[in-house]
Every structure is written in C-alpha cells, then in structure tokens.
Nanobody
Framework: VQLQASGGGLVQAGGSLKLSCAAS????????MGWYRQAPGKQRELVAL???????DYADSVKGRFTISRDNAKNTVYLQMNSLKPEDTAVYYC??????????????????WGQGTLVTVSS
C-alpha cells in the first residue's frame, strides 16, 4: 500500500494549486487523511485534516484559503490552495490511516506518508 501525491509546482502569489494524493493497494478502508508541509529549515506542520466522516480541521495560517476534500470511492484526498502566499512554499506531504490486506492478512498503517510534492510560491 502506498500514497502518491501530485499537483505541486511553481505559482505566483495570489494564485491557486490543487494537490491530489491517491492511496493504492488492497485497501479495506481509510480513516483520517491529511496534508502536512515542511518548509526549508522548519519542522513539518499539519496543514489540513479530514476524517472518514468528513469533518475537517485546518491550521490557522491556511483557514479561509485552503480546502481539504476526499473522494472515498477513489481513495483520494485533495487540497485546494487559493490565495497562495510566498510563506506557503514548502514540500507538501499527504498522510493517511489505512487498513489493507497484505497477502491475505489484515494490516493497518496508522501513519502512512506519501512522497511529498513541492509547492513554490513566488512573490
């Protein structure tokens, strides 16, 4: 089982980007899914989180600008980022709590990470 993130790139301040992260493998179910980011020289921080029931939570710095959503049928989580600022520049990582089958055995990865996608916002 793995998470594959995509959608990063270079955008001017005030612009928008949409990140996607798809889980693949023999998946039974996915609990919470989230996006984190890590800027150069800084610790990784939570950006947005969504539960399996659809509840969401956001870092104060992105409230009103970013929207997290998920498509459970596609095992995919999205992050719509609007009104981007230079301080949003970071590598963005997706994270998920995934239950899956490994050779017929039930497994659960509480903290599965994607590979990261770089978002650069120019001023």
């Amino acid at each position: 089982v793995q998470l594959q993130a995509s959608g990063g790139g270079l955008v001017q301040a005030g612009g928008s980007l949409k990140l996607s992260c798809a889980a693949s493998g023999s998946i039974f179910s996915i609990g919470a899914m989230g996006w984190y980011r890590q800027a150069p020289g800084k610790q990784r921080e939570l950006v947005a989180l969504t539960t399996s029931g659809g509840s969401t939570d956001y870092a104060d710095s992105v409230k009103g600008r970013f929207t997290i959503s998920r498509d459970n049928a596609k095992n995919t989580v999205y992050l719509q980022m609007n009104s981007l600022k230079p301080e949003d520049t970071a590598v963005y990582y997706c994270n998920a709590d995934v239950s899956y089958s490994s050779s017929g055995t039930y497994m659960r990865e509480y903290d599965l990470w994607g590979q990261g996608t770089l978002v650069t916002v120019s001023s």
